[in-house]
């Protein structure tokens, strides 16, 4: 029996004429356009719907609570959604999973252009846009080795993160804020056309990606097991745990300061609703930076050493952005937090793909995405709190004593960084199974 990978799209990757530019398959390609033109959309949703929160409240706490509901599901969803994840076929999943949020940010459209929306509504649709995006997160995540294979996933992780930098945090957030000056309707209206179109790439991508299924129905787990077995593989693996602990202090700390930062742009920053969409894309700017030069910065920075840094640098910029009175000084600490962020993501991420077995790359994966997004409501819950008793800067603060922990916790718990045995490991998997099997009996 294989590892799961999909044997279709095994032979069409090692056939001549399956690359496409600088050597990646040609549904790399297609998967890279589809996130790019749904990255766009979902630009244009990170400036305009706080600005659409701030429009219908001033509360700190409501406004905390709109950042917070979009990653929100991974606490109750999560984990269920990673076992659905490595049974179903994950390309049907990425289908269905924008075909979702295009219909719920199309109504979310139609209800601010009738005069009908409010914050309890847009709480309601972010809650329902984090559902659908677990997801497709989950599902494209286990994709993506399948499609380029283990050796050209750094390579393929920069491009993705350097195309969602430029159009998620660069061109979207610039243009969301303008289309809100225009018409607050029309940021979602766009996105809904974003969605769609990501739906007619998707559909072009060949092959099925589901895992191989058991020998006989008999032997199928129930979700339970399936879920267990993915837990105990992200407890077993020190990399992957301590990159999770990790990633928990980095989500909590982004979130309690995210979720104030319109309130800081235009209380202590005095911008307005185009110059807060400018903040966001400074920060992009240093996303880009960060995309270009992860990948040869992983060849030549110990690993062990590379995510800690990277975690200490965006410390060291959210507390300088606590005592910033320039706007002009904030948005280049926010250059050097995206730098930050995006060599996180992308040495992070790769690392975890290469580890996992493809048969748990779903349950494994969203296990580390519900520690990883479970923990930011919480984080900006907390921002929004300090806030609201001890003044804006202090949930800045409280994110960079949080970023400084997670940067402590990975310096001196990576140690087996790049030694573990990777994802294609024989050995490795049939521990696993075996050490499954046993627990089910």
Same mark, same amino acid.
């Given at each position: 029996?294989?590892? *799961?990978?999909p044997?279709?799209?095994?032979?069409s990757r090692r %056939?001549a004429?399956?690359?496409?530019?600088?050597?990646l398959?040609?549904?790399?390609w297609?998967?890279w356009i589809?996130?790019?033109v749904?990255?766009l959309?979902?630009?244009?949703?990170?400036s305009?719907?706080?600005?659409?929160?701030?429009?219908?409240?001033?509360?700190?706490v409501?406004?905390?609570?709109?950042?917070?509901?979009?990653?929100?599901?991974?606490?109750?969803?999560?984990l269920?959604?990673?076992?659905?994840v490595d049974?179903?076929?994950?390309r049907a999943v990425?289908l269905i999973?924008d075909?979702?949020?295009?219909l719920?940010v199309?109504?979310l459209?139609?209800?601010?252009?009738?005069?009908r %929306?409010?914050?309890?509504l847009l709480?309601v649709?972010?809650?329902a846009?984090?559902?659908?995006q677990?997801?497709?997160?989950?599902?494209?995540?286990a994709v993506?080795p399948?499609v380029?294979?283990?050796?050209?996933?750094?390579?393929a992780n920069?491009?993705?993160?350097?195309?969602?930098?430029?159009?998620v945090?660069?061109?979207? &957030?610039?243009?969301g804020?303008?289309?809100?000056?225009?018409a607050?309707?029309?940021p979602?209206g766009?996105?809904?056309?974003?969605?769609?179109?990501?739906?007619?790439?998707?559909?072009?991508?060949?092959g099925?990606?589901?895992?191989?299924p058991?020998?006989? &129905?008999?032997e199928t &787990?129930s979700?339970?097991?399936?879920?267990?077995?993915?837990?105990r593989?992200?407890r077993?693996?020190?990399?992957?745990l301590v990159?999770?602990?990790?990633?928990v202090l980095?989500g909590?700390?982004?979130a309690?300061?995210?979720?104030v930062m319109?309130?800081?742009?235009?209380h202590?920053?005095?911008l307005? %609703?185009?110059?807060?969409?400018?903040?966001?894309?400074?920060g992009?700017?240093? %996303?880009?930076a960060?995309?270009?030069?992860?990948?040869?910065l992983?060849?030549?920075?110990?690993?062990r050493l590379l995510p800690?840094?990277?975690?200490?640098?965006?410390?060291?910029?959210?507390?300088?952005?606590?005592?910033?009175r320039s706007?002009?000084v904030?948005a280049?600490?926010?250059?050097v937090n995206?730098?930050?962020v995006?060599?996180?993501?992308?040495?992070?991420?790769?690392e975890?793909?290469?580890?996992?077995?493809d048969?748990?790359?779903?349950?494994?994966?969203?296990?580390y995405r519900?520690?990883?997004?479970?923990?930011?409501?919480l984080?900006?819950?907390?921002?929004?709190?300090?806030?609201?008793?001890l003044?804006?800067?202090?949930a800045?603060?409280?994110?960079?004593?949080?970023?400084?922990?997670?940067?402590?916790?990975?310096g001196a718990?990576l140690?087996?960084?790049g030694?573990?045995?990777?994802r294609g490991?024989?050995?490795?998997?049939?521990?696993r199974?075996?050490? *499954?099997?046993a627990?089910?009996?």
């Amino acid at each position: 029996m294989t590892r *799961g990978v999909p044997e279709p799209r095994c032979e069409s990757r090692r %056939g001549a004429g399956a690359s496409g530019p600088r050597g990646l398959p040609r549904d790399f390609w297609l998967l890279w356009i589809a996130a790019a033109v749904s990255g766009l959309g979902d630009g244009l949703e990170l400036s305009a719907f706080p600005l659409l929160a701030t429009e219908w409240t001033g509360d700190p706490v409501l406004v905390s609570a709109a950042a917070a509901a979009a990653q929100a599901p991974w606490l109750f969803l999560g984990l269920p959604v990673g076992g659905l994840v490595d049974r179903w076929d994950r390309r049907a999943v990425l289908l269905i999973a924008d075909g979702c949020r295009a219909l719920l940010v199309a109504a979310l459209a139609v209800a601010v252009a009738s005069g009908r %929306g409010n914050i309890w509504l847009l709480l309601v649709v972010l809650f329902a846009l984090g559902s659908a995006q677990i997801f497709f997160d989950t599902s494209v995540q286990a994709v993506i080795p399948a499609v380029v294979g283990s050796g050209s996933l750094v390579r393929a992780n920069s491009l993705l993160q350097g195309s969602s930098t430029v159009l998620v945090q660069f061109t979207g &957030p610039a243009a969301g804020a303008a289309l809100f000056a225009v018409a607050h309707w029309l940021p979602a209206g766009i996105d809904a056309v974003s969605y769609l179109l990501g739906v007619l790439l998707l559909a072009g991508v060949r092959g099925r990606f589901r895992p191989a299924p058991p020998s006989s &129905p008999e032997e199928t &787990p129930s979700l339970r097991h399936s879920v267990a077995e993915g837990l105990r593989w992200l407890r077993d693996d020190p990399v992957v745990l301590v990159l999770s602990l990790a990633t928990v202090l980095l989500g909590m700390g982004s979130a309690a300061a995210w979720g104030v930062m319109v309130l800081l742009a235009r209380h202590r920053w005095h911008l307005d %609703g185009s110059g807060y969409g400018l903040l966001l894309t400074a920060g992009a700017l240093g %996303g880009v930076a960060g995309s270009l030069i992860a990948a040869p910065l992983a060849r030549r920075v110990p690993k062990r050493l590379l995510p800690a840094c990277s975690a200490a640098g965006s410390a060291v910029a959210f507390g300088l952005l606590a005592v910033a009175r320039s706007a002009v000084v904030a948005a280049i600490l926010l250059a050097v937090n995206g730098l930050m962020v995006v060599v996180w993501n992308v040495v992070t991420v790769s690392e975890r793909q290469a580890r996992i077995p493809d048969a748990l790359t779903g349950r494994v994966t969203a296990a580390y995405r519900v520690l990883a997004w479970g923990s930011m409501p919480l984080g900006g819950l907390l921002g929004g709190a300090s806030a609201s008793v001890l003044g804006l800067r202090s949930a800045v603060l409280l994110a960079a004593l949080l970023l400084a922990l997670a940067a402590l916790l990975a310096g001196a718990g990576l140690a087996p960084l790049g030694t573990g045995t990777s994802r294609g490991s024989p050995r490795r998997t049939a521990e696993r199974t075996a050490q *499954g099997s046993a627990d089910q009996r």
